[in-house]
C-alpha cells in the first residue's frame, strides 16, 4: 500500500513489553518493512518493564542496528502496568499520531498501513482495530479465552454503548496525538482495562471512530501476562467505568 500523498505525517508505535526477547526483533523487523513500504515515517518506542528474559537487551541490539532515530527506548525498572506504559511511552513519542500494539506478535503490522488510510478517510480521531467485526478474528485462543473476552465486550457493549466493536482490548489504536493526550487525562486506569477506557471516555468527549477489521492471533512465544491478579484489577476496572459513566 503506498500512502505517498501521507508522508510529512510521522506515527509514533509504542511498543509495551515485558518479557517478549524472543519476538520482539521480529515485531520490530515486521513494523519497518510495512511502514518503508508504504513511504511512511515513524518511530517505534519501546517500553520494557524491566524483563528479566533480556528484552531489553534485544531491544539495544535493535537500536544499535536500526538506529536511535528509529529504535527510541524509554524502559522502566519494574512491572508497572500496561496502561501506564503507554502513558509513559506517549511522553516521548514525537509523530502527530500514535499506534499503540501488543509486541507478541499477536497484531501484525500489516495492519497499520490500512488504519492509516482509514484515518485520512474522513480525518478521523481514533482508528480501532476490529476482531468482532466482519472480516476480522481471533485465532489460537481456547474456548474460555474467547468467552471471556467476548462477555466483557458484550455486558460493555449493553451497558455503555461506547461506538466501537471491539473493546476488550487487543485493540490497535491509531490516534491524533493532541486526540490522546486529552483522553488520558481522562482516564484512570493503570491496566489492561486502560485500553475499554479510552473509547468509552473517546465516546463520551465526542470523538470520531473508525474501525479497520484485524486477525488477532495468539502468541507463539512466551505466556500471557493477563494472569489472575491482572483479571481482578480488570473486573475493578469496569465497575469503576460503570460507576463514573
Ligand atoms: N511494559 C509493559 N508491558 C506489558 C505489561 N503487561 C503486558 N505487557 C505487554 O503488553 C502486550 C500485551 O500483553 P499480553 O500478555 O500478550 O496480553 P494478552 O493476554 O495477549 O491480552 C490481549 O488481550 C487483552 C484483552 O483481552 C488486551 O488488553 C491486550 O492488549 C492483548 O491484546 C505485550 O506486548 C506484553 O509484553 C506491563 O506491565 N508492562
Ligand atoms: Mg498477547
Not at 492509516?116 to 476480522?136: F, L, N, P
Request: glycine letters at 8%.
Amino acid at each position: 500500500m503506498n500512502l505517498k500523498k501521507n508522508d510529512d505525517d510521522k506515527y509514533s508505535i509504542l511498543l509495551p513489553t515485558y518479557n517478549e526477547r524472543e519476538n520482539l526483533p521480529i515485531i520490530v523487523w515486521l513494523i519497518i518493512k510495512y511502514m518503508r513500504e508504504s513511504n511512511l515515517k515513524f518511530e517505534i518506542i519501546i517500553i520494557d518493564d524491566g524483563s528479566p528474559d533480556g528484552t531489553l537487551d534485544a531491544a539495544k541490539d535493535l537500536q544499535k542496528i536500526f538506529g536511535d532515530k528509529t529504535i527510541v527506548l524509554r524502559p522502566r525498572e519494574k512491572k508497572l502496568g500496561l496502561g501506564t506504559a503507554y502513558m509513559h511511552g506517549l511522553k516521548h513519542a514525537t509523530g502527530e499520531f500514535i499506534v499503540i500494539m501488543d509486541a507478541d506478535l499477536s497484531h501484525h503490522p500489516k495492519f497499520i498501513p490500512e488504519f492509516i488510510k482509514k484515518q485520512k478517510e474522513s480525518d478521523y480521531d481514533i482508528v480501532s482495530g476490529t476482531r468482532y467485526a466482519r472480516g476480522g478474528g481471533v485465532y489460537g485462543w481456547d474456548l474460555k479465552r474467547k468467552f471471556i473476552s467476548r462477555t466483557a465486550n458484550y455486558i460493555v457493549q449493553v451497558l455503555l454503548r461506547p461506538g466501537a466493536s471491539d473493546l476488550t482490548g487487543s485493540f490497535r489504536l491509531l490516534y491524533k496525538r493532541d486526540v490522546l493526550e486529552k483522553l488520558i487525562t481522562s482516564c484512570t486506569s493503570k491496566g489492561y482495562v486502560f485500553q475499554m477506557e479510552m473509547i468509552v471516555r473517546a465516546r463520551q468527549l465526542s470523538l470520531t471512530i473508525a474501525e479497520v477489521p484485524i486477525s488477532f492471533v495468539d502468541r507463539m512465544y512466551g505466556e500471557s501476562k493477563l494472569g489472575s491478579n491482572e483479571i481482578i484489577q480488570y473486573l475493578k476496572g469496569l465497575l469503576y467505568l460503570f460507576a463514573t459513566t
